[in-house]
């Protein structure tokens, strides 16, 4: 393509967007489609030479757009509902089309620069240190898995250096976080050898939050049998519920034994911009690491988290190591985000975070979470005053975990009305999800199987979560009905 014919095929592209999103709400959430007939549809003979953009455009519209599941729509409360926001969308595009690789400051000296200023403030944003290490890497996964190899490295002092060593042993290398926090916790394990068993995932208390004691009594328990801690990994808004656990509390128990604590607030930490939220919202700063994800809160498109470390030098001792050819010359602004992480090619993350700050501003960013948290009380009160529903767990974010459960069922059990109950909600999730007319998804607690309404998406309006009620209420009375038949 010349540029020429660049832009032609940019303003087809950005027509058939705007049309997506002119009538998104005629557009079901996702289309029930066998992986079989997916596959069919697509799998065709490896083209031999270029293909007319029209028709690839054209076949992406019939093919592929119907049958992914739409993240970015107003009635997607799946998961922890994110959504890509126009400004976010099209700096997506100016950084593919720049390339940059942010690896060294000498590779991308403006990305860089800018990668500075935007971590800066998202750490304003969420009360983290300013001065703290900083980088923008892909998810909260990832970061979780750095955040563990530096207070491994910390922990370990000069013994990191036998590592690997045959002879050499090394105490047991101790993690501690709760049953509540996020998988990636374990996987992290798993990857730097510490071993998923060395996980320890205490019991969270009845609001799913990881007390301090609890975590105390491990961490001494561990000193007298000769563990060593390495890390305490705290959730500021847990996947199942959105609890929070008390980081400054938490922070006192990890100062007393020097163990290293990791916050992921991939979910929570940026709640607090909400005004409603700003005082309830847990205090990071004693995090030595913390990890916060503009692409679940924040309206940026996939794939950006930002991941802080407050141990200043930490994250490069771990990960600085530069061959030949990286070599570049250094000064006091200079930061090669390739020493911060194991990645060396990097996108040009901080420009879409950039443009989305900019163009909201901070005022703009707390009244669309403000909206978010009203929307949610708006829910839970709906569920509060209807007879067969309720809410098992409250979370301060709008995050709603609901449960039909009706009263008319008479002559059965506890635990076949439990059974019964799970069965009805799981069968309202599926309905709701296959009509189209909008996606949730679920978690199971002690009460049993829930349905979580994330509530995020920054098109949903409050005709929008109306309509959700009115369909979970139909559907959970369809499917009494014909239970009961
Ligand atoms: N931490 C929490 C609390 C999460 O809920 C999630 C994902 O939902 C993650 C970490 C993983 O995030 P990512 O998909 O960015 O790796």
Redesign the pocket.
Known sequence: WLPAEFEEHGRELLATIREHFESIRDVPVTVPRSSADLMASLRTELPETGEDFARILGDTREQVMPYVVHWNHPSFYG??ANSASFPGILAETLSAALNVNAMLWKSGPAASALERVVLGWLAQLVGYPEEADGVLV???????LYALAAARDAALGDDVRVLGTAGRDLPVLRVYTSDQ??S?VEKAAITLGLGQANVLKLRSDEQGRLRADTLDEAIRRDLADGVKPVAVVA?V???SIGAADPVPALAEVCARHGVWLHV?A???GFWRVAPSLADSAEDLTAADSL?V?P??CLYAPM?V?AFYCRRRGALARTFRLVPEYLTSPQDDEIVDFMDLSPQLGRSFRALKVWWIIRSFGRQGLADRLEHSVRLAEWLRGEVARHPDWRCPVTSIYPLVCLRFEPEGIRDLTESDRRKLHDMLNADIVGDLNASGDAFVSHTVLDDGYVIRVSIGNIHTSRADVERLWRRLTEIAERRYAQCAD
Not at 138 to 144: D, E, M, V
């Open positions: 998961y922890f892909n998810g909260a996964s990832l970061a979780t926090a996020h990636s959730t808004g847990t996947t992921d991939a979910y929570g990890v994800n692409h679940k794939e988290t």
